[in-house]
């Protein structure tokens, strides 16, 4: 079945260590794979998507993901991280059909930073 | 960049009313809309796709009766859960998609609770 797993449910680190949110999918062919951060009630904001070329992308606020097709893998990774950062991280997918098709969300990985 | 407004932030009813939730993309057109229901600390749960000018698709086991969704024009779609009962209390999310790029543009959601 098609589906995207995040292995860590809560993940804590402290304010200015490294960080890496691990993404998983399994697809058939290589999905368009996007990762968006949640705060508390809020909505979701995308932090970087990949469709294809470089495997390495830059998103926003100084987070990056690494596409691995050999490992199914889309982690998230941010070299320092900051108080601000703690929320609610979710990985999600889109299958390449060529129309606005859905995003199907991995369950989520809640970072705790301390201080 | 792309805005997606979603109003109301958050709305206490009773059991037994109905509910509508807007969710208008500000400054671009979306021809496709989706609406999504999270639980406490869980994940986003497709609950269906909206096209304008046509009926919405849902995802197994949404009751597309008791939620309405209407999109009416490239703007706007709303969201009605009616005759809600205590259970139907969650958290409300709509994404509008400009297909051109995949971009999926989130409203700030809707806290709903029924009492």
């Known amino acids: 079945a098609q589906s995207v797993t995040q292995p860590d449910i809560h993940i804590t680190v402290s304010e200015g260590a490294s960080l890496e949110l691990r993404c998983n999918y399994s697809?058939?062919?290589?999905?368009?794979l996007f990762w968006y951060v949640q705060s508390p009630g809020q909505g979701l904001q995308l932090l970087l998507k990949?469709?294809?070329?470089?495997?390495l992308v830059q998103g926003i606020k100084g987070f990056e993901a690494e596409f691995k097709r050999s490992q199914s893998s889309f982690n998230l990774r941010k070299p320092s991280v900051h108080w601000s950062d703690a929320a609610e991280y979710f990985c999600?997918?889109?299958?390449?059909?060529?129309?606005?098709?859905?995003?199907?969300f991995g369950t989520g990985t809640r970072l705790q930073v301390t201080l | 960049g792309a805005v997606v407004s979603q109003h109301p932030s958050w709305v206490i009813c009773k059991s037994g009313t109905s509910v509508k939730i807007e969710c208008r993309s500000l400054?671009?057109?979306?021809?496709?809309m989706f609406w999504y229901r999270q639980f406490p600390k869980q994940s986003l749960m497709l609950m269906a796709t909206?096209?304008?000018?046509?009926?919405?698709?849902?995802e197994q086991g949404v009751e597309k009766d008791k939620f309405l969704i209407n999109h009416a024009s490239l703007t706007l779609s709303t969201l009605t859960v009616t005759s809600a009962h205590p259970e139907d209390s969650s958290f409300y999310i709509c994404?509008?998609?400009?297909?051109?790029?995949?971009?999926?543009?989130f409203g700030s959601g809707t806290r709903l609770t029924v009492v």
């Open positions: 994404s509008a998609a400009q297909t051109s790029n995949y971009g999926y543009t």
């Open positions: 697809y058939g062919a290589t999905p368009y």
């Open positions: 990949y469709f294809s070329g470089d495997t």
């Open positions: 999600a997918v889109v299958l390449n059909t060529g129309t606005a098709s859905k995003l199907t």
């Open positions: 400054d671009f057109q979306a021809t496709t």
């Open positions: 909206s096209n304008e000018g046509s009926k919405a698709t849902y």
